[in-house]
T-cell receptor, first 114, second 109 residues
Framework: KAGVTQTPRYLIKTRGQQVTLSCSPISGHRSVSWYQQTPGQGLQFLFEYFSETQRNKGNFPGRFSGRQFSNSRSEMNVSTLELGDSALYLCASSLEPGGDYEQYFGPGTRLTVT | DAKTTQPPSMDCAEGRAANLPCNHSTISGNEYVYWYRQIHSQGPQYIIHGLKNNETNEMASLIITEDRKSSTLILPHATLRDTAVYYC??????????FGKGTRLSVIA
């Protein structure tokens, strides 16, 4: 069974630009979550989607947005990039939300903003 | 904020059991204990989770105390590839996972 895939794996953008990251969950998984990881702040939750609906949202500015498609694939978008947005962006999928369902993480997209 | 307390670092000799402790004294009755690990620059890897009973899978064993206020992750025969940051998380599944700083496990040859 294929794991969670994220594209692209690496990305370099300049300040002010926008970026879209893509995540394909494990087949059959309907819940997708996004996290940002930086050396200073560690792993921080961005948002969670289930059945195309946002269930939870982390404490990030409105420049960060996401969506989920009917096939459970998800995208996240960051507009007006800032230097501080440089980070590893991780996507995780699970069968459904709920305590008895573990999350499986993808390899991440490393975004560098110059 | 993370609801768990873990030692910042531990060493373990290769081939020996690695026992990683986690305190979660404010855990609620419907919160599971999850363990994940992250090898440098990779996405976190799910290891195991449990609610009340001890659990074992091909990777590790999870021992949860009877009062559920602490738990121990056991890697029975640590290898160099087990060197990673290990995160203990308590969560109902209806709220996002909150990752603390974890324990940096170094397996030494």
């Amino acid at each position: 069974k294929a794991g969670v895939t994220q594209t692209p794996r690496y990305l370099i953008k300049t300040r002010g630009q926008q970026v879209t990251l893509s995540c394909s969950p494990i087949s059959g998984h309907r819940s997708v979550s996004w996290y940002q990881q930086t050396p200073g702040q560690g792993l921080q939750f961005l948002f969670e989607y289930f059945s195309e609906t946002q269930r939870n949202k982390g404490n990030f500015p409105g420049r960060f947005s996401g969506r989920q498609f009917s096939n459970s694939r998800s995208e996240m978008n960051v507009s007006t990039l800032e230097l501080g947005d440089s980070a590893l962006y991780l996507c995780a999928s699970s069968l459904e939300p709920g305590g008895d369902y573990e999350q499986y993480f993808g390899p991440g997209t490393r975004l560098t903003v110059t | 904020d993370a609801k768990t307390t873990q030692p910042p670092s531990m060493d373990c000799a290769e081939g020996r059991a690695a026992n990683l402790p986690c305190n979660h004294s404010t855990i609620s009755g419907n919160e599971y204990v999850y363990w994940y690990r992250q090898i440098h620059s990779q996405g976190p890897q799910y290891i195991i989770h449990g609610l009340k009973n001890n659990e074992t899978n091909e990777m590790a064993s999870l021992i949860i105390t009877e009062d559920r206020k602490s738990s121990t992750l056991i890697l029975p025969h640590a290898t160099l590839r087990d060197t990673a940051v290990y995160y203990c998380i308590v969560n109902t599944g209806n709220t996002p996972l909150v990752f603390g700083k974890g324990t940096r496990l170094s397996v030494i040859a």
